[in-house]
């Protein structure tokens, strides 16, 4: 099958926006423009190959025409999409147009997925699929710089990614575990090699000067797991090198969130969610050093750090089904220590998410 995602975006971006590691929003890019534009962000095929065993039905949604497969199949996506559109997913926190909205409770906030500055690239990813376990591994192209626009010619710089999915029945529920390994291999800076430059030229410390062909290793471990048919649970661990500097996602080298979600079934409102997740998020020490002597990063980054501590968050949101296939989410998010700062914050996010689909 051939998916094809044409986006006309409205504008709204980031541009040199720094004041929180884990961003408030997963609809804003990491790039805009005063006026809408045309972007294809999506253009990929996906094959699968039945392999026996008992068949499944598969229910039709965005990027998914839906259809009988196999319980054993292996399916191979290649072309232009998001590495979390099949890496890293959770069913109940990963799509900011229906649950949760914060970067480090949609994704494991470590993991430095292979994109450009708006969450895209070209790869490929094969999945092996058997009745309780799935092995998915993938190979895509870096941008030609850290969080750039553009990506490598040539997948010159690249990102090799493996998951291993293994479900299971806990108490009578459902249940998913997925372990996940990632290294990025590219031209990247340390941080500690910027602080040194900076100090021997009376410098701000710049990780773009001191940037050499060098590897990033990264793990997360994401949970999931059904309470009763109106409630579900997940949790994300991950963790990165905190040597060298983000590449694509964010400014995080550590990071744990957990929450859950109900169905408003118990309220006679069964089209409804109500959902409550907490993040915590913290930089290595070498970060902090390079971020103490005035470094920026891809999102932080105030001159200073003379007091650093973990940036937690807390997530809530209620999700109210108007009329068939309109909802309205009020969401509320507190933030502690922003951008690892202990002298700036707490800060309070309020937003409103009008959301309607065919």
Known sequence: MFYVNPEIDQGFGLSDTLGVARFPSGEAYKAGKAQPYFRLQRAFVRQRWNLGGEEQTIEAGPNEFGGALAADNVTLTIGKFSVVDVFDTNTYAHDPRADFLNWSVIDAAAFDYAADAWGYTVGAALEWTRSWWTLRGGFFDLS????????????????????????????????????????????????????????????????AAVRQVASRPGAALNLEQVIRADLGAFARFSVNDGSKEAYEFTDVNKSASL?????????????????????????????????????????????????????????????????????LT??????????????RGPVSIFALRLHGEL
Do not use: C
């Open 259 to 327: 929450g859950v979600l109900w169905k408003g079934t118990a309220w006679n409102r069964p089209a409804d969610t109500f959902g409550v997740a907490a993040a915590f998020n913290d930089i290595s020490a070498a970060a902090r050093a390079y971020f103490a002597a005035g470094g920026l990063g891809i999102l932080i980054g105030d001159g200073q750090l003379p007091r650093a501590g973990s940036e937690n968050i807390v997530e809530t949101f209620y999700s109210l089904r108007l009329v068939d296939h309109i909802t």
């Open 330 to 343: 009020v969401n509320y998010q507190y933030v502690v220590n922003p951008a690892y700062n202990r002298d």
């Open 144 to 207: 030609n710089v850290p969080n750039s626009k553009t990506l490598e010619p040539r997948f010159k710089e690249f990102e090799l990614v493996a998951e291993f999915e293994g479900r299971y029945e806990w108490n009578g529920h459902p249940g998913k575990a997925r372990l996940l390994g990632f290294v990025n291999h590219g031209r990247m800076g340390g941080y500690g090699a910027a602080v040194t430059l900076g100090q021997a030229t009376g410098t701000t410390p710049d990780t």
